[in-house]
């Protein structure tokens, strides 16, 4: 995990840190919400793409924090069928606007890693069901 701890932010009342995991799983719940995306991929160094559990929440999500901002890359897995551009606009808005929202960090950029295409099991069932038909 490539992550940037930042320094203390000083109140009146004391310190406040937000930690680098925080961001990640805002950055994970505002992925997943979107429309068209599968669910999260672990990227080339987990090796094999899974969909998102409730266990890992920051699951395909990597951040880099720093005082007043933040940098995000996420790692999904795309509905077969669904728009590409239009999902990673939205994934990037979304992300953008939670991040913001939640912490008052300024997100200078959200990248999108599409690392896999999902099907559906009745689709895919169809599908296989159609070529036993065709080839006899």
Do not use: C, W
């Amino acid at each position: 995990m490539s992550t940037i701890v930042p320094d203390y932010v000083r109140t009146d009342m004391g310190n406040i840190q937000i930690a680098p995991e925080v961001i990640e799983v805002i950055a994970g719940l505002a992925t997943i919400e979107v429309e068209g995306v599968a669910g999260m991929s672990g990227g080339f160094a987990g090796g094999i793409a899974e969909l998102l559990g409730r266990k890992n929440l920051s699951k395909g999500v990597k951040v880099e924090v720093g005082q007043k901002e933040a940098a995000v890359d996420v790692s999904i897995i795309i509905e077969y069928g669904s728009k590409i551009p239009r999902v990673s606009s939205d994934i990037q808005r979304s992300v953008k606007q939670a991040i913001e929202t939640m912490t008052g960090l300024g997100v200078v950029e959200v990248n999108v890693h599409i690392h896999d295409v999902h099907f559906k099991t009745s689709e895919k069932l169809v599908e296989d069901e159609t070529a036993s038909q065709r080839v006899k």
